[in-house]
């Protein structure tokens, strides 16, 4: 199997597209093209981790955080960073990151997290616009349950948890075929009427490719006519952060314990415990200060992050508890996320959780 397999199913996913404009996930070193050995999963791609992967002749390893995030001048040891990418090119092992496009899927690092708290009910806290397009095209009727089927297995037709939705309209459709083509119906020379079913579908803009490609498949004319436009919509499992709800309403002092034995720390920083009880929780993995102003706003008793500098406490205006367990502590989880959808995906390949803790905070 080649790494370039491993990648088209984590970008299947979590597609690049979804990452944020700062962030640098993807192939950081290494051929795609290469037989994978191994596959190791870990939070940081650190020295210690490439070594690691070394020793186990894996020459893949699978991180949530880009080991390079800003760009490189020089690459001569100096700091942790450029010694990460030396040993690993050294050792012709491959870095590859999912980070902010795995933290953007419901499934992903957050829904991780919600799952840990049992919250039910989840949705994106702050869901990301224009994630979606619309397609139109134009076939001829008796064909054109078989296009649709095809589209919809393209990944076309999902609105939030309905699939294969479609808008039909009938109509004639016209064309006169010159000398150089091969028309499906009609005569060259002559206008053609044919009654046509209109085929209206949205699908993520990341499918765009896969779309087109599957409408130039399975259309039956030599140049079908389509039109893609871009919407503004949202897309109803995309986005950053997950609001959710706990199956029974906790005493805020019990959600904390809760949150110091699943999450493996003795200390979380917090706001007044203003909420007697906890029922509607908000949560980001990683830096979520960002998302303060989004979790008051849809009503959340308390906003699990990280993080969170001095001043930030004070934006939950004593309407909201604000917990910041800590940023390893948020997506330690992260990595058996991906052992898991990796090992299940390839059942007969080695994917290996790392046994390293690169937490470079300690408490004493």
């Known amino acids: 199997m080649k790494i370039a397999e491993i990648i088209s199913y984590l970008e299947s996913l979590a597609p690049l597209s979804l990452q944020e404009e700062y962030d640098n996930a993807g192939l950081?070193?290494?051929?795609?093209?290469?037989?994978?050995?191994?596959?190791?999963?870990?939070?940081?791609?650190?020295?210690e981790v490439i070594r690691e992967a070394v020793s186990k002749k894996i020459n893949l390893v699978v991180a949530h955080h880009p080991i390079i995030f800003r760009g490189l001048k020089k690459i001569t040891g100096k700091n942790y960073v450029e010694r990460s990418i030396i040993a690993a090119i050294r050792n012709d092992v491959a870095i590859y990151a999912i980070h902010t496009n795995l933290d953007n899927v419901l499934e992903g690092v957050n829904g991780r997290i919600a799952q840990l708290i049992g919250l039910e009910t989840l949705a994106p806290l702050f869901p990301k616009e224009a994630v979606l397009k619309k397609l139109f095209t134009f076939v001829s009727t008796g064909q054109a349950e078989k296009l649709?089927?095809?589209?919809f297995s393209a990944g076309g037709g999902?609105?939030?948890?309905?699939?294969?939705?479609?808008?039909?309209s009938e109509g004639v459709g016209t064309f006169r075929a010159n000398?150089?083509?091969?028309?499906?119906?009609?005569?060259?020379g002559k206008q053609h009427q044919e009654q046509e079913t209109k085929i209206e579908l949205v699908f993520p803009a990341y499918l765009e490719q896969q779309i087109i490609s599957t409408l130039k498949k399975f259309h039956p004319y030599e140049e079908p006519a389509f039109d893609i436009i871009s919407l503004d919509n949202s897309m109803g499992r995309i986005g950053a952060g997950v609001l959710g709800q706990l199956a029974q309403p906790m005493k805020a002092i019990e959600f904390l314990d809760l949150l110091k034995k699943q999450f493996r720390t003795g200390i979380i920083r917090h706001t007044r415990l203003?909420?007697?009880?906890?029922s509607k929780v908000a949560i980001c993995g990683g830096a979520g200060s960002f998302l303060i102003s989004r979790a008051l706003s849809q009503g959340a008793d308390i906003f699990v992050t990280s993080d969170i500098k001095y001043h930030e406490f004070f934006d939950a205006h004593d309407r909201?508890?604000?917990a910041d367990i800590g940023h390893y502590e948020s997506e330690q989880f992260t990595i058996n996320l991906l052992q898991e959808i990796l090992a299940e995906k390839f059942p007969t390949f080695a994917v290996l959780k790392t046994g390293i803790n690169t937490n470079p905070v300690h408490y004493s």
């Open 28 to 47: 950081i070193t290494g051929d795609a093209s290469h037989v994978c050995s191994g596959i190791l999963c870990c939070l940081d791609a650190t020295e």
């Open 148 to 151: 649709r089927n095809a589209l």
């Open 158 to 168: 999902y609105i939030g948890n309905y699939s294969e939705c479609s808008f039909n």
């Open 179 to 188: 000398e150089h083509a091969n028309p499906y119906v009609g005569e060259i």
């Open 274 to 278: 203003i909420k007697e009880e906890i």
């Open 320 to 322: 909201m508890i604000l």
